[in-house]
């Protein structure tokens, strides 16, 4: 059976991550996509920046189209290393900090989250709490 | 005390607009934004069109943009009427047919739902089942 | 088993549309989108319109975008038609006429074809010539 | 006679290059375009990142639109070099590092190979094994 992101999964990694982003205090987006990198959930917290909204959708976009934490991209696309310049391609979406991670069911990428709302590793660690809260849905929830 | 679409609030907007969604069968996605057309929450049902993870989220935007439901801009913006061709500004963000409809509280627009997943109609009673719903949070929610 | 549109399938369901083309002397741009509506494959056959080139992209897009041929979104998109207004959305990538067809498998969408280089109903024979030949390729070919 | 990447020619080199990705095991994105810089044809192979689609399109769009290989305006571009900031340029198309080569007839730039995957030295690979098998198709191929 084919394991996805259903919304009823996706609610719940976002759950777990505003659970930890209250922990830590800063107000997070929070955003989770599904295997074909589009948009299953979507929560901005009160208080968190306007600015947070596209970059929380783009996290988790990121981490699904290049199945890798958006934090491993960081250091590959510093000038001098080998994918300088790759946050231009993709119109823009791709992003080159911590914060979106793939959420993996029986070895495959079949979705990621996305937050953005504090320092880059407090937004990875508030995806983390999502990742950890992760069970993905059979094809039978659809 | 100033009433806002805290995400709390927006998340009930969300649920009781998905609970119609499910009675009359029709798969949706469900946004919420506030009074700055900024988006809140947002929800891409099971079985939901990929086309309408924008549309919703325009269709809020619009309601709130010009402070009406999306369904009056359909008769004002035909062939031959003043507002024909304003579906193309705001870049091609503004939806000309029903399913967003604004938030009010004290008489005031505070934010909008868009609806999108069936006929317009259909999108525009799923739309309603989340403005009834809808308590505005005061700024302490904040 | 999940079924799905591996590059095999896509390339297949692009032969079939070529050669449909060629009888009819339609020279085509002919594209084929995965569950995602993400890219698979595409062929710009010799002598085809260069505004082709995003037109197949998008009538694929449309297709899985919204489940349907975009030869019915046609209709319903016309002034005073309920949809009125829909191809400025999802970024100006939905298409409204004829050639652009969802590929089915086990009774889902799994992904679509999109063609574009003659009259409306030439790209939908041309796209029909694709859909026929489709045969989605499991996990394991993965 | 003029010598042109013709659908067939395009075709090919995708074919050498995706032999070359499966032999190094890097599921790729492979993009062919033409003199115009227009896309001529194009796979995702099974497994390859979603991100590579655009910048698989994209290098093959700067080989051509510079007339060299992407990898060397990776040094050109680098802070404090000349082109610093030029993969802004292009509505983001322009990408700067290794990938993209252009496909040369008579000592004439007549089209490019864009490939991406793995790391931009793999991807370099990749597309060179489709430039060694470029063999232009004639007007009368058209």
């Known amino acids: 059976m084919s394991q996805k992101v259903t919304v009823a999964a996706a609610q719940k990694v976002i759950e777990a991550s505003r659970r930890h982003a209250e922990k ?14 589009n ?11 306007l600015g947070s909204i596209d970059i929380a959708q783009d996290k988790a ?7 890798m934490p958006t934090k491993e991209l960081a250091r590959s696309s510093q ?30 990428v079949v979705g990621a989250v996305g937050c953005s709302g504090g320092t880059p590793d407090q937004d990875h660690e508030v995806a983390e709490a999502g990742v950890m809260a992760f069970v993905p849905g059979g094809e039978a929830g659809r």
Do not use: Y
């Open 79 to 108: 000038p001098g290393q080998p994918l300088f310049g790759i946050n231009a391609s993709n119109e823009g979406r791709v992003v080159i900090f911590a914060g979106g991670i793939p959420l993996i069911a029986d070895g495959r």
């Open 39 to 49: 948009l299953v959930a979507f929560i901005r917290m009160d208080g968190a920046w």
């Open 61 to 67: 976009f990121t981490a699904r189209a290049f199945d």
């Open 24 to 37: 830590i205090a800063v107000p997070s987006c929070i955003a989770v996509v599904d295997a074909g990198a």
